[in-house]
C-alpha cells in the first residue's frame, strides 16, 4: 500500500515526487511516456537554464525524483476505482497498485486533424514530432499545419533540414513575435493561411496535400501542430469534474474527488500550459497530498 500514486512524468508529475519524497510519502510514479516535454526541440524559458534540449530536461527531472527515492515505473495507468478508502490502480503491462492518494499528472495529447488519410499515412509521412522526425525529410518539401507557437517553432527547425517548409494556418499565425520575426526572415519558410487540410494523398508514403482552396500541394511530409488536448480518460473513470474539457482542480489542486489531486496541463488552472507552471503545479499537488494524508 502507497501512500501516494503520482501517474505521469512530465514536469507536474516529476515535481510531484520530488516534494513527495521530500515529505517522507511512501510514493510511486507511474507513467507511459515523458511527456510533451519530451519533444521540445529546445528549450529556452526554465528559469536557471539557458538552453536544454525538452529530453535532456525531462530525464534530470526524473533522475532527480528517483535519487530522491521514489519508486517509478514505465507502465501506462488503464484503470483507476475507488475501493473505499482507498484506490486501486491496474496498468497495461499487469501491474496493480493501491494508494491513500491519487495525483493525476497525465498529462496531454496531440489534436488529430481528422483529415481524409491523416490516420492512413501516420509513420508514412505524416508525424506529430519534428524532434523525433525532422531529420528524416533532409532536402525535401514539408508542411507543417497548425497556427500557434508551437507550428511556428516546428517550422523553423523543419528549415535547417528541410528543401521547403510551407506552414498552413486556417487563420493568421498567432506565435511569440520573437519566433514570428525569426521565421519572418528565414526564406525556406512559406506561410499559405486562410487554408484548411482536406485530404493527405499519396501511395506508400505522403506525396501531396488536397486544400481547401482547391490547390493541391506537393509535399513528401506533414507536421500537425493543431494543438493538445488533456488526457483525461482516468478523470472521467474516477468521476473527476470537468471545466471545458479540462480537470477542476481548486487553488490547492484538489478536485472533487476526496484524496484526488490534479496537476499539469490537464487542469483548468491557468491558460498559460508552460513547463515552470506545470511544475509549480506539482508542487502544491504534492503538498496538498501530504497534508491530506495527515489528517486521515
Known amino acids: ?26 510514493a510511486i510514479m507511474l507513467y507511459a511516456d515523458m511527456g510533451q516535454i519530451s519533444y521540445a526541440h529546445s528549450v529556452h524559458n526554465y528559469p536557471g537554464i539557458e538552453e536544454i534540449s525538452g529530453t535532456e530536461l525531462a530525464m534530470k527531472m526524473m533522475q532527480q525524483a528517483v535519487r530522491h527515492g521514489i519508486d517509478a515505473k514505465n507502465e501506462d495507468v488503464i484503470s483507476v476505482k475507488k475501493k473505499g478508502k482507498y484506490f486501486a490502480v491496474k496498468t497495461s503491462e499487469g501491474g496493480s497498485y493501491e ?25 508514412k509521412g505524416v508525424s506529430y514530432c519534428v524532434t523525433c522526425d525532422g531529420p528524416l525529410f533532409a532536402g525535401k518539401e514539408v508542411a507543417v499545419a497548425g497556427s500557434s507557437d508551437s507550428a511556428i517553432t516546428a517550422a523553423l ?3 535547417k533540414y ?10 493568421g499565425l498567432k506565435g511569440e513575435p520573437v519566433n514570428v520575426e525569426q521565421m ?12 484548411e487540410i482536406k485530404e493527405i ?15 493541391e500541394l506537393a509535399v513528401e511530409g506533414l507536421f500537425i501542430e493543431a494543438g493538445l488536448e488533456p488526457s483525461i ?3 472521467k473513470q474516477l468521476k473527476i469534474k470537468l471545466d471545458k474539457g479540462y480537470i477542476k482542480a481548486d487553488s490547492e489542486q484538489k478536485t472533487n474527488e476526496k484524496g484526488v489531486f490534479a496537476a499539469g496541463n490537464i487542469t483548468n488552472r491557468t491558460r498559460l500550459k508552460q513547463i515552470v507552471t506545470a511544475a509549480g503545479e506539482g508542487a502544491i499537488a504534492a503538498n496538498s497530498a501530504y497534508r491530506f494524508l495527515n489528517k486521515r
Open 1 to 26: 500500500m502507497y501512500d501516494l500514486i503520482i501517474i505521469g512524468a512530465g514536469p507536474a508529475g516529476c515535481t510531484a515526487a520530488i516534494y513527495a519524497a521530500r515529505y517522507h510519502l511512501k
Open 99 to 123: 494508494s491513500k492518494a491519487i495525483i493525476l499528472a497525465c498529462g496531454s495529447k496531440h489534436r488529430k486533424l481528422d483529415a481524409k488519410g491523416e490516420k492512413e499515412f501516420t509513420g
Open 157 to 159: 527547425m523543419l528549415a
Open 162 to 171: 528541410a528543401k521547403k517548409v510551407y506552414i498552413l494556418s486556417r487563420s
Open 184 to 195: 519572418s526572415r528565414e526564406k525556406r519558410i512559406a506561410a499559405i493561411q486562410g487554408v
Open 201 to 215: 494523398k499519396g501511395e506508400r508514403f505522403v506525396n501531396s496535400l488536397r486544400l481547401s482552396s482547391g490547390k
Open 233 to 235: 480518460g482516468l478523470a
